[in-house]
């Protein structure tokens, strides 16, 4: 069994940054590929970010290339998820998730139905 704990929302104006964190219980994060999803109101629930077990790979959604940046401490089993030049936009609830994978090539598929979900922090932006 793995929890996790996401911590880091609040309030934000446009422009500014804030930086997520995830917190894993158990022995086994390392064994897992992490993502961060996001759900905004009256919208499903979108990929955002991820990162393979080693930290080796990372993947984002277009909408945040070049702003956001996955990265994992495994020694303290947390993803962290930094949101620079946030928009309107990226206004949502924000979800961790993890995946059982050990590949730094195919670990993108275990984030397609994540074993684990966290149970999201608020990210408010103003304009």
């Known amino acids: 069994q793995v929890q996790l704990v996401e911590s880091g929302g609040g309030l934000v104006q446009a422009g500014g940054s804030l930086r997520l964190s995830c917190a894993a219980s158990?022995?086994?994060?390392?064994?897992?590929?992490m993502g961060w999803f996001r759900q905004a109101p009256g919208k499903e629930r979108e990929f955002v970010a991820a990162i393979s077990w080693s930290g080796g790979s990372r993947d984002y959604a277009d909408s945040v290339k070049g702003r956001f940046t996955i990265s994992r401490d495994n020694a303290k089993n947390t993803v962290y998820l930094q949101m620079r030049s946030l928009k309107p936009e990226d206004m949502a609830v924000y979800y961790c998730?993890?995946?059982?994978?050990?590949?730094?090539?195919?670990?993108?598929?275990?984030?397609?139905?994540?074993?684990?979900w966290g149970q999201g922090t608020q990210v408010t932006v103003s304009s």
């Open positions: 998730a993890a995946g059982a994978s050990t590949s730094d090539h195919y670990y993108m598929s275990s984030l397609n139905r994540p074993a684990y």
């Open positions: 158990g022995r086994t994060f390392s064994s897992y590929a």
